[in-house]
């Protein structure tokens, strides 16, 4: 396993590329999870609409991959910096429950929502300046009041849904396309973006992705990393 730290005109995001050769525990362990999740998994997408099975699991492998990475690079700079702090296990119960990553940070347990989408039908360079938003709380006809979270990660998926277990079969990229504190997304988000046709799901949403902060930032801020703090204008 290894990841690239990439910029488009200055905005940062992070590449993680595993293979079934050097990360078969890895990859095997999001397999099992997901499995595990897939059975206590909500049917109604977002918007409402009734999914088909073999399309929820795959989205819930895309979604468990998704939440295994942040939390491996998170372990990463942990160690790399010395900081303490620790990622807490986060089972899953029920969707209004479910927190993706929970990590204590000097005392503190932060919060952090890993949001997973496959996008492979325009550019990266459009996803990232027009064609997608960052994705932080939404509500339904459902789901009247998500709790609010402390930090909202997004990540994407580069092809399409079925695809994922011929991937993990053999090689997989994960992109860390973006994030933001609870405090951005209510300073900065666009709500009811209109760009999401998702019928009755309203997101609270940052676009273009390049208009937020950079991710080295959103982990410093997240694990209080003083030593490589930068200045944000955020």
């Given amino acids: 396993m290894h990841y690239e730290t990439k910029a488009y005109k200055g905005y940062e995001y992070i590449v993680y590329k595993l293979t079934k050769n050097e990360d078969s ?33 795959c989205n819930n492998i895309g979604g468990v991959l998704a939440e295994k990475v942040v939390r491996l690079h998170l372990q990463g700079l942990i160690d790399k910096h010395k900081i303490n702090a620790r990622l807490l296990p986060s089972s899953f119960t029920t969707h209004a429950e479910h927190k993706d990553i929970k990590i204590e940070i000097n005392g503190r347990i932060k919060t952090i929502e890993i949001r997973s989408s496959f996008n492979y039908l325009t550019s ?3 996803v990232l300046t027009w064609a ?79 208009s937020a902060p950079n991710l080295q930032l959103v982990f410093n801020e997240i694990l209080e990393n003083q030593e490589e703090k930068r200045v944000s204008n955020y």
Avoid: C, M, W
């Avoid at 990859?27 to 109604?44: G, P």
């Avoid at 994407?156 to 990229?173: D, T």
């Fill in 25 to 57: 525990i890895i990859l095997n362990e999001v397999i099992e999870k997901a499995k595990e999740d897939y059975k206590k998994q909500n049917k109604k997408a977002p918007s409402g609409e009734i999914r088909p099975d073999d399309l929820i699991y």
């Fill in 124 to 126: 990266l360079e459009n």
């Fill in 132 to 210: 997608f938003s960052l994705l932080g709380k939404y509500t339904t006809s459902y789901k009247l009041e998500e709790p609010d979270k402390d930090f909202y990660i997004t990540i994407i998926h580069r092809y399409k849904n079925r695809e994922i277990l011929s991937k993990l079969a053999n090689s997989v990229e994960v992109f860390i396309i973006g994030g933001a504190s609870r405090e951005i997304f209510n300073k900065r988000g666009i709500k009811n973006d209109p760009k999401l046709k998702q019928e009755d799901a309203n997101y609270l949403t940052i676009r273009p992705i390049i």
